[in-house]
């Protein structure tokens, strides 16, 4: 008898009393969804993967019973959710960003985005509006971005890894931390990627060489300027605002002329005045020289311990100065390894070079200075020696 009395006040509990304590409002919500099993979050856990159901689950976690995190892959396509875990709305990560944080987050978020894509692509996944999916992971999140809308069209998947000690102070939720890490840099070139190398030549120009510098900066590009020694006297602030943007600086002799016809004593005194030049403004001395109108001979070789750059890919920018021309002409000419010859005397180039650097991005290039293809394609450039292109062996 005293065995059926408990069974019964058991019973008696689980139906009248808890729910009454439940609907009193007197439970906590997570023992309510302990007691009865399933909540809202749950719900639409449900929902959201059978409506997935044709894609591969690759994610269902709660974070700390704050939001339960969904993905789902298929093939390349990447899909998440965000689940409130009380309410069980949809929600977007900024939700889940401390309330007076959140501008904060967000222009941190752009500033890492400027950091690792060129400004015509930033400008655009900068956007608010602009569609994306969340990745949640134990030490960072990753944002997965639509870029439709992107011109000219990037054709690879465009993402954005965000450590989590850089937005820690933001986050209304509990993380790990790593003790190093390192943010996505669009100056990191990738040595399997498809590179070439822009050179120009005749400068410093001023105006000119400064525009094309801050072109390549916003494009996340590097350049080699071949100037000329007696223009480099009267050039010091474009010549220190080359190199600290990231390019490199070569010598195009002292005063412009066919070394093929100067005596080589007077080759060889232009270009130790040229370097002095060089080195009284920067500090350093010049490692690679392209002799005008790329005439070098044996003796000129031979005479000059420099590492001689000529060119593969003539733009012709001197003779036409027509920036539609030049555009096509590179993009329907260029490969993997070339070295491009310009000019930074004329305005038609520096608008070429406006349109053509988002075009080589999207076309899968990475646009570097001579050192940097060199070091990218795994070779050491001789003294003594010419190259017109540096390819992989």
Do not use: C
């Amino acid at each position: 008898m005293k065995e059926v009395n408990i069974k019964l006040m058991a019973t008696l509990f689980f139906v009248i009393v808890i729910p009454f304590i439940i609907f009193s409002g007197r439970l906590n919500d997570s023992l309510v969804v302990a007691l009865t099993g399933k909540n809202e979050a749950n719900a639409k856990v449900e929902e959201l993967i059978k409506e997935n159901e044709d894609k591969q689950l690759i994610s269902n976690e709660n974070y700390k019973d704050k939001f339960i995190y969904l993905a789902f892959q298929k093939e390349q396509d990447f899909t998440s959710f965000i689940v409130d875990a009380k309410t069980g709305e949809v929600n977007d990560l900024l939700h889940y960003i401390k309330e007076d944080k959140k501008e904060e987050f967000k222009n941190k978020i752009n500033e890492l985005l400027y950091l690792k894509y060129p400004k015509f692509i930033a400008d655009i996944l900068s956007q608010e509006e602009t569609p994306k999916n969340y990745q949640i992971l134990k030490n960072e999140f990753v944002i997965h971005y639509t870029g439709d809308s992107i011109e000219p069209k990037v054709e690879e998947k465009l993402y954005l890894r965000v450590n989590y000690n850089e937005v820690k102070d933001y986050l209304d939720f509990e993380v790990s931390l790593d003790s190093e890490y390192e943010n996505e840099n669009g100056y990191h070139y990738d040595k399997n990627k498809k590179t070439i190398a822009l050179t120009f030549d005749d400068g410093p120009n001023g105006e000119k060489t400064n525009k094309i510098v801050n072109l390549l900066e916003q494009n996340k590009a590097h350049a080699t300027f071949f100037m000329v020694g007696n223009r480099m006297e009267y050039g010091k602030e474009t010549i220190l605002n080359v190199l600290n943007k990231g390019n490199e600086i070569g010598s195009h002799s002292y005063n412009h002329k066919n070394m093929k016809r100067m005596k080589i004593e007077d080759i060889v005194s232009g270009e130790e005045k040229t370097n002095e030049i060089f080195h009284t403004i920067t500090g350093r001395d010049l490692v690679y020289t392209r002799a005008p109108y790329g005439n070098v001979n044996a003796i000129i070789k031979e005479s000059l311990n420099t590492i001689f750059i000529n060119w593969n890919l003539d733009t012709e920018d001197w003779l036409y100065r027509d920036k539609e021309r030049i555009v096509d002409h590179v993009m329907n000419h260029i490969n993997d390894g070339d070295i491009i010859l310009m000019h930074d005397l004329y305005d038609s180039t520096v608008e070429a070079v406006e349109e053509l650097l988002p075009k080589l991005y999207a076309e899968g290039y990475q646009v570097v200075s001579v050192s940097e293809l060199a070091s990218l394609k795994g070779k050491t450039l001789e003294v003594h020696s010419v190259y017109r292109s540096i390819k992989e062996n």
